[in-house]
């Protein structure tokens, strides 16, 4: 449709016009024009930005100072001159919010995902800037992106301390250098028949592409039995896999890094030798730490590693609050002290994967654990 002069024209009229005909409407005071019908792709995209930002107004109401600044968002979406993004009435506001409060269980994936979704639409607005009118400016692209990322920390923090939960029970790494020549799929399985909760892949010897082929194999497994999968060291092979968590030494990818290469729901666990070392990554945020070695052992390179005991397992406990995974020499013999002394999961190796039959041998350590618990 042609363009016509609007400059002499009352505002609120415009906005009375725009609402009759349905569109989202976008302020034109600094337009001299104006095109009657709005760019549908441009006015899709709006309308999803600022639905977007309403879900995450219901969802995310803590801390206050994040709640606002989204709610601000949406207000500064007003002030540029989109009128659906003005305050609801409060019948309104109510509706949405028992609307919103319906559309999941876990409202904070559902929220972490409308994080996508407004970061998509503010994308496209900002590259629509060329044809058609865009109400966003470079000013809001930049808060928003702000307030997006301290949004998508909180939530993920959020989600990975739920799943965090179910680091419990007995926790088996199985390499390729100790299943006496065993595929590490297979002894996996067994362990998991057997009742194990926690798998990790740690392997020093493939190349990436087998790596990651049985990264995903594992995940597969491990979500048949609702088991947790752990991915040691590579954080490209957890992203690729899907694995639920990282898990890395001392001396590997820092954790601030390696939050960065996963998504926000993917965990991150790392190794610890004392408990200074525990309180330092509880600081970095891990979301379990795992402490040894307890006891004496020769697998996984802790053969000069000075025996921790079970003392140091209580210790990191009540300094760090979050889940503690004992490792190191652990077996039928000592898997009561542990759990007693406050483990929350006990890491087996060679008490597994060298058994002879991997199943049994966890079924014993399963109900060690439980009676012990």
């Not at 309403?54 to 801390?63: H, I, N, S």
């Not at 979704?117 to 629509?128: F, G, M, T």
């Not at 990322?149 to 959020?158: H, P, Q, S, Y």
């Amino acid at each position: 449709m042609g363009k016509r002069d609007i400059s002499q024209r009352e505002p609120q009229g415009r906005w009375r016009e725009c609402r009759r005909r349905g569109c989202v409407t976008i302020a034109i005071e600094h337009f001299e024009t104006w095109d009657e019908t709005l760019n549908p792709y441009v006015e899709a995209q709006t309308r999803a930005l600022v639905e977007g930002i309403r879900l995450l107004e219901v969802y995310v109401t803590a801390p206050l100072g994040l709640y606002s600044d989204i709610k601000m968002m949406r207000e500064s979406l007003g002030a540029l001159g989109v009128a659906d993004a003005a305050d609801l009435s409060r019948a309104e506001g109510a509706r949405r919010r028992q609307i919103y409060a319906e559309l999941a269980d876990d409202r904070a994936s559902l929220a972490l995902d409308a994080i996508g979704a407004i970061r998509a639409a503010v994308v496209s607005l900002a590259s629509a800037k060329g044809g058609g009118y865009s109400p966003i400016d470079e000013g809001f692209e930049r808060r928003a992106r702000m307030v997006l990322d301290r949004a998508e920390r909180k939530l993920g923090a959020d989600i990975r301390a739920v799943r965090a939960r179910k680091l419990r029970g007995v926790y088996v790494i199985v390499d390729p250098e100790a299943t006496r020549g065993r595929a590490v799929t297979e002894v996996a399985r067994q362990a998991l028949e057997g009742g194990a909760k926690v798998v990790q892949l740690r392997d020093k010897v493939s190349d990436k592409g087998p790596m990651a082929e049985t990264a995903r194999l594992l995940k597969s497994i491990c979500e048949e039995y609702g088991a947790l999968f752990v991915m040691n060291d590579h954080a490209d092979i957890a992203l690729v896999s899907d694995a639920d968590v990282l898990h890395v030494g001392q001396t590997d990818m820092r954790i601030e890094d390696a939050r960065r290469v996963l998504t926000p729901r993917q965990m991150i666990g790392n190794s610890n030798g004392s408990v200074e070392e525990a309180m330092r990554a509880r600081v970095a945020e891990v979301d379990y730490v795992a402490v040894g070695a307890i006891y004496p052992t020769v697998t996984m390179g802790k053969s000069g590693r000075k025996a921790l005991g079970p003392k140091t397992v209580a210790q990191v406990k009540e300094a760090v609050k979050r889940p503690v995974v004992a490792i190191g020499g652990i077996d039928r013999s000592n898997i009561g002290e542990v759990v007693g002394a406050g483990a929350d999961s006990v890491c087996v190796v060679s008490a597994i994967t060298f058994a002879d039959d991997p199943k049994a041998a966890t079924e014993e350590l399963v109900r060690l654990y439980d009676e012990s618990v």
